[in-house]
């Protein structure tokens, strides 16, 4: 069921139903199906004809393929339902995903769905979007096998089977004092091999990897990664025991930041990288195109003040897009390093120096490279030295210029708490061209004169 | 232990307990740290005193901080490991990590360590080193909990208690046949929550999502993401239990993705995106600047043919840079959403000409957009309304160019089975930027002289 002919033939077989009415045989497609296929056919298909497939699913699979349907289409889709049938999905969620989807709806919506429901799932869903959905916190769920250290291997596994029956996944047991602090973490597989009278203080891990609720997303995933977590406690500022992150959730975040990242460096505005319709895609990147058109403009407008050395020495002109071209690149490539260092963590604040160092030193030698290169061409082609010379020592000014904006811009960015993955995204881009062309001219007008 | 100044302090630790030799305490200190934490610290230390580190830890804590260090420095490491230990602690490693670990190795290195395994784990790695590192045989552990599909609950954790001594984590548990062919799932809380006498194939699931060891990585980390899946097995072309993949494998290829798709964006060779050392900086960029020098050199050479209009109207030569900023801006937009969508799978190749028609139309609309408010600055500014509109017209044509270009690269690249995300890099960036001036400059010649 995984490849795209599968995908076409679920939603042919759903609308084919659908057209000759077949309900009963319908439901029993759609208990075969995983709701994560279920969800990718129902994608394509129109919202009357969703909502009809939607009516013949239990509450259970409904609610696991609406969390699999992309938001803004589960919100076409969430709007179109009658409010009973709203609070009784949300409720069969855990209470992060109800969180999430609740938050995503108009305000009216939401406050009608969480009007209907019991008090408890009520403020546990208040609690969460509370937490701003960037940390910890937002992407937690609330759902936890919690219970007294003290408790024996033997008792734990009792415990364990009366709060894991509503569980979707349970990967960790937690130990918690009285008033709730988390004292220790048991994984299932400890808890399933030890000896039936052991207590769990005597074999729980005391000092598990805890993330504070309001840590931010991208963090909480380095610390994933750096440790290969499945699952993770969240505590609270008083070391309360107050929700669990698990792999998944971290999967989401990787992807989520990885194609943000990959967005602004491209200069796309929105955190979803797929635009679908066509004004959405001129909405998102027209204020980039202008942010350069605008940095082009003053390029236009310097180089309209060297036009007395452009008419004297009009090849300077052919040679515009090289420097713009070698400066873009060798910043890009220095940016690119430092952000995708600074995101994963490999690359840290303090590394500012000796990184900016190393990179001016790289671009320096890449520079010293190909300007001989140039000025062997430019000799034979322009049959004139000192021209190339002259291109030369521009070259490697503008790539050293390139490489030190490109190193240092990220990491001025991420001090001043700016993603730094907006570095390579045409506003830099275009500062860089304007001083690139700047150096270049200023080469030119200050150096032909003299040797031609 | 999270930050980089804890980091910090366990490494002067380890450096200040190394010079007062005090062993005794450095093993103590070990034990109460987290692998991924020793690593981190000594990455930062010269391999003698590492190696001094090293010496005070069991083969397990070695085992496991080996497996937390980068390649290459692991490598140094290895080498400087006398045989016997390096055996040691590759035997202490699941079979996955073991054939990485030892597939990295010089080729005599390697050699003696397999020569000094015991056979069934020799067997074991050289199997998985016959895996395309890039597929699911590559990055799949052996180690499974296998069992008959007639078990009873209560006999399969008996089994389990058995089997899993020896393993890291377990999440699911396998049923076979009696020749190996994967029968069905169960995930550990089912076993755990199931009566006892049940057996396992009255509640495995019988169609898990198994992976094929020939399938791509980056297919594999797709259907982990869709399926939320923790663990999966992987069967060979006869439908048998090969070995399983886990969710932190997956997350290393998830990373190890995308910050290959970000490093070849940029032109960036290499998957390893940080260089270290300046040599390492400027070899690995050189070759793509090369690209970008020869291209923009084309440029050059297109724009000298082109010398006679550029002398009648030399305003020309101040747009140069905002042609090309544009046609660059447009072609990594549309390439970076396309890229993007084929890498996490939201688009496909049956995709290619809807979403080329939706590319170039947005294109265009930006075009129109932006081209009118040139046509007016430059109405104003160089006082010549048709000279604006030469210019006007030229951009929407690069524009669109640079749409085409960007959207219809990736596909084709992605058809050729050819990594798309090269398509942003400077070999395709640079084409555009030819092809850009090609246009512009042909405006500029068929008109300009007609116009002014």
Chains 1, 2 share one sequence.
Not at 31 to 54: F, G, R, S, Y
Not at 61 to 82: C, S, Y
Not at 182 to 205: I, Q, R, T, W, Y
Not at 406 to 421: E, H, I, R, S
Request: net charge negative; hydrophobic share 50%.
């Amino acid at each position: 069921m995984q490849d795209n002919q599968a995908d076409k033939n679920i939603q042919e077989i759903f609308e084919e139903l659908l057209s000759s009415k077949r309900f009963q045989y319908l439901k029993t497609v759609l208990m075969d199906l995983h709701p994560a296929d279920i969800a990718e056919a129902l994608q394509k298909m129109d919202p009357e004809n969703v909502m009809a497939v939607i009516r013949q699913m239990d509450t259970e699979t409904a609610a696991r393929v609406f969390l699999e349907i992309d938001p803004p289409f589960r919100k076409v889709l969430f709007q179109k339902l009658d409010d009973q049938t709203a609070v009784d999905l949300v409720l069969s969620m855990d209470s992060d995903d109800a969180a999430d989807v609740i938050g995503e709806l108009e305000p009216d919506k939401a406050e009608k769905i969480l009007g209907g429901m019991p008090f408890e799932e009520f403020r546990e869903v208040k609690t969460l979007l509370r937490h701003d959905e960037e940390t910890a916190g937002g992407i937690m769920a609330l759902e936890v096998v919690a219970m007294p250290e003290t408790l024996s291997a033997r008792d734990a596994l009792k415990e364990l089977r009366r709060q894991a029956e509503d569980l979707e996944d349970v990967y960790n047991i937690y130990a918690v004092d009285h008033s709730g602090v988390l004292k220790g973490v048991v994984s299932l597989k400890e808890l399933v091999l030890a000896s039936p009278k052991k207590s769990l203080n005597e074999f729980m891990d005391k000092e598990p990897v805890a993330i504070h609720t309001k840590m931010d997303q991208e963090e909480v995933a380095n610390i994933f990664k750096k440790y290969d977590l499945a699952s993770a406690p969240v505590v609270d500022e008083h070391n309360r025991l107050a929700g669990r992150i698990t792999f998944d959730d971290i999967m989401d975040v990787a992807e989520e930041e990885a194609s943000e990242d990959i967005a602004l460096m491209a200069g796309i505005t929105d955190e979803k990288i797929h635009g679908q319709s066509i004004w959405r895609i001129s909405s998102v990147r027209l204020p980039w195109l202008m942010v350069a058109f605008i940095g082009e403009m003053v390029s236009a407008l310097v180089m309209s003040r060297f036009h007395a050395s452009l008419e004297r020495v009009l090849a300077a002109a052919f040679f515009i897009p090289l420097m713009m071209a070698m400066g873009g690149n060798v910043g890009i490539q220095s940016a690119t390093v430092v952000i995708r260092g600074l995101a994963v963590g490999d690359i840290g604040i303090k590394d500012t120096m000796p990184r900016l160092l190393r990179e001016i030193l790289g671009a320096m030698l890449n520079g010293l490279i190909i300007a001989c290169i140039l000025v062997t061409i430019v000799t034979f082609w322009q049959n004139e030295f000192r021209f190339g010379l002259v291109l030369g020592v521009s070259l490697i000014l503008v790539i050293i210029n390139a490489a030190l904006f490109g190193t240092l811009v990220p990491f001025v960015l991420k001090m001043a708490g700016v993603d730094p993955a907006i570095a390579t995204g045409p506003f830099i881009t275009t500062s860089n061209d304007i001083l690139g062309l700047m150096v270049y001219f200023g080469m030119v007008a200050l150096f032909l004169p003299k040797v031609m």
